[in-house]
């Protein structure tokens, strides 16, 4: 399918060069895309608005070491995607003619991302030719030739502090699909068009209900409603929402939590959420992009950066872990010896090994579902094994006897005459050390 996927990427890029008011870029003409990427790092990280046509190797040193990473040029930018020209074609020239004048770049990956969709970079117009639907002409002509070759749409990261860049993206009815590295953004056929629109001190998301070419004409169903009660999050659902299909299902919370973020609206439900917000620290609850936006600013302020954004993080109480600090694994936390309590605002499992921690699952009011974006499975500590339930009186097989312990001394004699017993583990730990788990091998009945 990787494959398939792959080379309908190459097709989708034919139809995207051939397409009018787009260009491929020559040979020769890789250093003038390099100086627009340039000045596009630089008004996004920071704030500076250059034109590029004026950018000297003096002012391109400078900005590059100010950049620092993102700044950093990548020789030969064909090899893993495709660069093209923005042209202005209000002049009524042909594309192919060469005599538009660009006036902004796009770039196109040669493979695939997430579900097969072609992923989009490089978007900039200059100052003076915004304004004018052009980036968003370009966006939909990569829309089409991505469709048109079966391929799901296309994505897009935004870093959090481009604030421009980001509300941008959210005009133009992208859903928000993750927030792991960047906020990532896509625009697919399984999602339909959405709005957020403020009702009564709440923003409200809405999807159309069937596709329409007029958007005023579609019906608009509300799915999630968010308001903010004592500075916290309160997010309620609609039936529509609880019968949506799984990408609208997935992608509405997380959505409505950028919208929520930009206009400075909690993002935090309270202390138990925030307690386990690293859980969805890749897309899922609105806590999760909470916690990812406290490390992109943190990031952005390391890096020299001025932070300007709407959002305000939440106070943490006294006695609640901060959710960057991320608890290890099960299996590292798990010891025979721990007797501590599972932490506040978690239930214990019944199933839980009686010499073990309790195993923890989600907190309460988490609704079932919400496990399946971005939350690790649960595991089981890897030294206790899956309890059988019990089986009627007399229809039970024999019960086998237990192997011997790796311990010094004579092996305890065998009381059921109708098993055997299967043998001991080797020692090889010293001694004192728990014993290894042997495979245990299930004895036939006895006739």
Not at 152 to 162: C, E, I, K, S, V
Not at 191 to 217: K, N
Not at 218 to 226: E, H
Request: with cysteine; hydrophobic share 35%; proline share 14%.
């Amino acid at each position: 399918m990787a494959r398939s996927w792959d080379a309908a990427a190459g097709r989708a890029q034919e139809r995207l060069a051939a397409a009018p008011g787009v260009r491929a870029v020559g040979e020769d003409e890789g250093r003038g895309f390099a100086l627009r990427d340039l000045a596009s790092c630089a008004e996004g990280e920071l704030g500076e608005h250059i034109d590029p046509e004026a950018i000297g190797p003096a002012e391109e040193r400078r900005l590059r070491e100010r950049l620092g990473e993102s700044g950093r040029e990548w020789p030969g930018g064909e090899l893993y995607r495709r660069r093209y020209w923005l042209l202005d074609d209000r002049s009524g020239e042909p594309a192919g003619t060469g005599a538009a004048e660009p006036v902004g770049t796009l770039a196109v990956d040669n493979w695939t991302r997430g579900p097969g969709q072609l992923a989009v970079s490089s978007l900039y117009l200059r100052p003076s030719a915004r304004g004018r639907g052009l980036a968003a002409a370009a966006l939909d002509r990569v829309y089409r030739a991505a469709t048109a070759e079966g391929l799901p749409g296309y994505r897009l990261q935004a870093h959090w502090t481009w604030q421009h860049a980001v509300r941008y993206y959210l005009r133009r009815g992208l859903w928000v699909v993750s927030w792991k590295h960047a906020l990532g953004l896509a625009r697919m056929p399984q999602l339909p068009p959405y709005r957020v629109r403020e009702e009564d001190g709440r923003l409200v998301l809405l999807v159309a209900d069937r596709p329409c070419p007029d958007p005023d004409g579609a019906v608009w169903t509300p799915l999630l409603a968010a308001a903010s009660e004592g500075g916290r999050l309160r997010l309620d659902e609609t039936a529509a929402y609880r019968q949506a299909d799984g990408w609208v299902h997935g992608y509405a919370r997380s959505t409505l939590a950028l919208h929520l973020a930009l206009a400075g609206r909690p993002l935090v439900r309270g202390p138990q959420w925030w307690a386990e917000a690293w859980r969805w620290a890749d897309t899922g609850e609105p806590e999760g992009l909470a916690y990812r936006i406290a490390q992109f600013e943190e990031y952005a302020r390391a890096q020299g950066r001025t932070v300007a954004t709407p959002y305000r993080p939440p106070a943490v109480p006294v006695g609640v872990p901060r959710p960057a600090e991320e608890p290890r694994p099960a299996q590292e936390q798990h010891h025979p010896d721990t007797t501590a309590p599972p932490p506040a605002g978690r239930r214990v499992d019944p199933l839980s090994p009686p010499d073990g921690p309790p195993r923890a699952t989600r907190p309460t009011g988490v609704p079932h579902w919400a496990g399946s974006a971005g939350r690790p499975r649960r595991l089981r500590p890897p030294d206790t094994e899956l309890r059988s339930p019990p089986c009627p009186q007399g229809l039970c097989p024999p019960a086998p006897c237990p192997p011997a312990p790796c311990l010094p001394g004579p092996r305890p004699p065998c009381t059921n005459p109708s098993s055997t017993r299967s043998a001991g583990p080797r020692c090889s730990a010293s001694p004192g050390s728990a014993p290894a788990s042997p495979r245990r091998s299930t004895p036939r009945p006895s006739s």
